[in-house]
């Protein structure tokens, strides 16, 4: 079982439409949460990153995360075109944990997502 | 200005040969990272180094040798080449060495070995 899980998808949903990308994780050391984006052909850029339980929201993206049940979404509000691209959820342990933890950020495999006019 | 840059973009080679790919950054950051990203975009941690020493080292083949002959860039040499070796390969880096700083990813390398 991966440490990080995440529905690979497809989504496809039309212009508009509230979309929720969702990560479950089995690792309790977890405790800094980030949601990258990935355009076809590119690399990952940083979405939303949050420490603690609770929401967190960025124009029309929220972050939320779920510490007692390991589990972590993004939320897309107004989705558009533009939004259409590989969504990965990643984590990594609090970071004065040191040692092999550094910089160490485990991924899901990412959902992909396509938003159609 | 490219932040984090790779060449080349594509590489395409038969089984058993040796290749490199190299990687540069001008962000003045740190610490850099190689990740393989394999078919079904699960994206994975091999390498890191932080001001030229290695601090992190997946499980990965030792036919993989990363090299870093300064900060601001780290190399991958790839002996022996297998067809499981396939994958696009990420180039990244951070500020610092802490699992907090953002980590700013290159283009990516398409390798595919025939």
């Known amino acids: 079982q991966k440490e990080v899980e995440q529905d690979p998808g497809p989504l496809s949903v039309p212009e508009g439409a509230i979309v929720s990308l969702n990560c479950t994780y089995s690792n309790s050391a977890f405790q800094y949460f980030m949601w990258y984006r990935q355009y076809s052909r590119k690399g990952p850029e940083l979405l939303m990153y949050t420490y603690s339980s609770g929401n967190k929201e960025d124009g029309r993206f929220t972050a939320q995360v779920d510490k007692s049940s390991k589990y972590i979404s993004l939320f897309i509000r107004d989705s558009q075109p533009s939004d259409s691209a590989t969504y990965l959820c990643a984590m990594s342990p609090a970071p004065n944990a040191g040692g092999t933890s550094y910089g160490k950020l485990t991924f899901g495999q990412g959902t992909i997502l396509t938003v159609h006019p | 200005d490219t932040a984090v840059s790779q060449t080349p973009k594509y590489l395409v080679t038969q089984m058993g040969n040796d290749k490199s790919i190299k990687c540069e950054q001008n962000l003045g950051h740190d610490t850099m990272y190689w990740y393989k990203q394999d078919s079904k975009k699960f994206l994975k941690i091999m390498f890191s180094y932080n001001n030229k020493e290695l601090i992190i080292n997946e499980t990965v083949p030792n036919r993989f040798s990363p090299k870093s002959p300064d900060k601001a860039h780290l190399n991958l040499h790839i002996n022996s080449l297998e067809l499981g070796d396939s994958a696009v390969y990420f180039c990244?880096?951070?500020?610092?060495?802490?699992?907090?700083?953002?980590?700013?990813f290159g283009p990516g390398t398409r390798l595919t070995v025939l």
């Open positions: 990244a880096s951070s500020p610092r060495k802490t699992s907090t700083d953002t980590q700013y």
